[in-house]
């Protein structure tokens, strides 16, 4: 009985456990940035940066926080306009709540892909991990999901 009493007490503390802002809080003024990359084309790859995305944008909030997500290698065929609907919709409706999608040039070039082929409203950079390194030189915070 003393150990179900326990683990009823440690799961109420967990489920009303706030997160605690690091100063300044975000805020329109002081958002937080973050910028994510893929590099794989698996379902589970694309399912989960478009869940994490998804989630960080509702836990924070459209205005306060800035999100980029970078795509290179086998990752970028998550921007291309021939993928599942679905992923293609999931990737509009994050593009609509201003979250950046930028597609590395050098992998376009490899894998022979054109800009027409990527999703509309699809940046493009020339190297996917020079976005990363200079993002994060400039604050950003990197997170590989």
């Known amino acids: 009985m003393k150990k179900l009493i326990l683990i009823l007490l440690t799961l109420t503390m967990i489920l009303y456990a706030d997160t605690e802002f690091a100063e300044p809080k975000p805020s329109w003024e002081h958002p937080r940035q973050v910028v994510f990359s893929i590099t794989e084309d698996t379902p589970h790859a694309m399912d989960h940066i478009l869940s994490v995305t998804n989630n960080v944008l509702k836990f924070y909030g459209a205005g306060n926080v800035v999100i980029k997500v970078v795509a290179y290698s086998k990752g970028i065929n998550l921007l291309v306009k021939k993928?599942?609907?679905?992923?293609?919709?999931?990737?509009?409706?994050?593009?609509?709540?201003?979250?950046?999608?930028?597609?590395?040039?050098?992998?376009?070039?490899?894998?022979?892909?054109?800009?027409?082929?990527?999703?509309?409203?699809?940046?493009?950079v020339t190297a996917g991990v020079v976005e990363l390194l200079e993002s994060v030189k400039k604050g950003w915070v990197y997170i590989k999901p």
Not at 95 to 121: P, R, W, Y
């Open 83 to 124: 993928h599942s609907e679905t992923v293609r919709k999931r990737v509009s409706a994050l593009m609509q709540n201003d979250v950046e999608f930028i597609a590395c040039h050098n992998t376009m070039k490899t894998l022979h892909i054109k800009e027409s082929d990527l999703t509309d409203g699809t940046e493009i």
